[in-house]
């Protein structure tokens, strides 16, 4: 009995408020129709007058601005204080370099061999290195 007058008064209460969602509705419609209808308007005459299509919100417009003042300001500060360079003028090209290794892959030799004259480094081919001693692994 409860269910049944649950669901009486649920639909008497439906009944009584459709006008007014019925009305709200209409209003609606009638309202988005005028905006759009005022939208198309101003978009076709912003698009033969050559404006831009894109008007952006107004928080859009305030960032814009605001990153256009500190870009002014970056500049100004650069002007006024450049920043220093450094050129460096380098011309010379990696040294190749031979490495020579035993029989066990101990280190024997070690050559640069340079290619430019003007940067000639003296060659550590009779400088002796420290032999490491290999050991063999096992394979279990």
Do not use: W
């Amino acid at each position: 009995m409860f269910d049944f007058l649950k669901t009486f008064f649920q639909g008497l209460i439906y009944l009584l408020l459709s006008p007014v969602i019925l009305a709200f509705l209409a209003i609606y419609m009638v309202y988005s129709f005028f905006v759009f209808l005022f939208m198309f308007i101003k978009r076709v005459i912003m698009f033969f007058k050559g404006e831009n299509m894109k008007e952006g919100m107004k928080i859009d417009k305030v960032s814009q601005l605001h990153l256009d003042n500190q870009d002014a300001e970056k500049e100004a500060l650069q002007a006024v204080n450049p920043t220093p360079m450094i050129n460096v003028q380098s011309t010379s090209a990696p040294q190749p370099i031979i490495i020579q290794t035993d029989e066990q892959g101990r280190l024997k030799n070690i050559k640069v061999l340079n290619t430019n004259p003007v940067d000639a480094q003296p060659s550590i081919e009779n400088q002796v290195f420290q032999q490491l001693e290999a050991k063999e692994k096992d394979n279990d």
